[in-house]
């Protein structure tokens, strides 16, 4: 299975390209500033938002040059309900970091084989809570191995079950504190905090973390349907929801890979998720991650709820962000 998954990853071509919400650096830029690209398409949780949002603060505090690739529509704007297609791709063959946040693509194979590549290679990886089911196939067009086997192999697990929603966004339904005995530069500046992300079960009963994946924040669900239900046996009220872990592709090289089941566009508004998720990008850079971060919006940051259907800000285009 894993050899199918590397010579996916290697049918992808290196090509030239010409632009997808390319956001150029700023004042602050290194010598030789990281090019981050963004992959953004989930039709749940508002990374349509989030991660410009969160683009623009590595922008500024790392200094990146980001791209952010959106799923957009036959005329150019932002269609998160789009699960076919997500644009400009190609700028992963020469990214330096990749921040991946869909849910259930079905991205055609000379789009896929762009993400499949950058996984193999031996480049750091962060992954956002609906990228443990990033992709969604069917059996009969082979790539059903992305459904499960790949997230599970690069991130740490596959999509399992949550503790349930329970009046989205009016709430918290996950208090967040640091795992006990962990130590971690990534936890820098991190205070537990409480999320408005419902608890994702990714270890524990029949179910573990895969690979060398290493806890390092806790969830505890304030509220639980399996807890309703009698099932905590299977899915405890606790759970890990961000980890730090490595995965060796074709290439031979352990990636650095950061994750969090975290998400939910309201998170984003307290510091702290803002600071753990910088944290994991210097991280995975292998960069040093500095005592202290600018964690100030830099220009409002006022998302949708999560929700499906038309919940999403329409009428707005990748180059909006370009301002």
């Given at each position: ?157 596959q999509w399992i079950t949550h503790h349930g929603h329970f009046e989205d966004g009016n709430a918290p339904l996950t208090e967040v504190y640091p795992t006990p005995n962990a130590a ?92 753990l998720a910088l944290n994991g990008i210097f991280w995975a850079l292998g960069r040093e991650i500095p005592d202290s971060l600018n964690l100030d919006f830099t220009r409002a940051y006022a998302p949708n709820n999560s929700g499906f259907g038309m919940q999403y800000k329409t009428g707005v ?7």
């Amino acid at each position: 299975m894993k050899k199918a998954f590397c010579m996916l990853g290697l049918l992808a071509a290196v090509t030239t390209w010409s632009g997808c919400g390319d956001k150029q650096p700023g004042p602050e830029t290194l010598a030789v500033p990281p090019h981050l690209v963004f992959v953004i398409g989930d039709e749940e949780y508002r990374s349509e938002e989030s991660m410009p949002m969160l683009a623009d603060l590595a922008r500024r505090e790392l200094g990146a040059r980001v791209t952010l690739c959106f799923a957009v529509d036959s005329s150019g704007y932002i269609d998160p309900n789009r699960l076919d297609h997500i644009q400009g791709l190609q700028a992963l063959d020469s990214a330096d970091l990749m921040v991946l946040f869909t849910r259930f693509r079905a991205l055609p194979e000379n789009e896929l084989r762009h993400i499949t590549a950058y996984a193999e290679s031996g480049r750091p990886m962060v992954g956002f809570r609906t990228a443990t089911h990033a992709f969604l196939y069917p059996d009969s067009s082979g790539l059903a191995p992305m459904n499960n086997t790949w997230p599970a192999q690069v991130f740490g697990q596959q999509w399992i079950t949550h503790h349930g929603h329970f009046e989205d966004g009016n709430a918290p339904l996950t208090e967040v504190y640091p795992t006990p005995n962990a130590a971690h530069p990534v936890l820098k500046g991190v205070a537990p905090f409480r999320a408005y992300s419902w608890l994702y079960h990714v270890n524990g009963g029949e179910w573990r973390l895969q690979g060398d994946a290493s806890p390092l924040l806790t969830g505890r669900a304030l509220r639980s349907a399996h807890k309703e239900a009698g099932r905590t046996d299977q899915y405890p009220l606790t759970n890990p929801v961000a980890w730090t872990k490595t995965y060796t592709g074709a290439s031979g090289k352990p990636s650095r890979v950061f994750f969090t089941t975290l998400g939910h566009p309201y998170d984003w508004k307290d510091p702290n998720m803002r600071r753990l998720a910088l944290n994991g990008i210097f991280w995975a850079l292998g960069r040093e991650i500095p005592d202290s971060l600018n964690l100030d919006f830099t220009r409002a940051y006022a998302p949708n709820n999560s929700g499906f259907g038309m919940q999403y800000k329409t009428g707005v285009r990748p180059e909006d962000f370009d301002l």
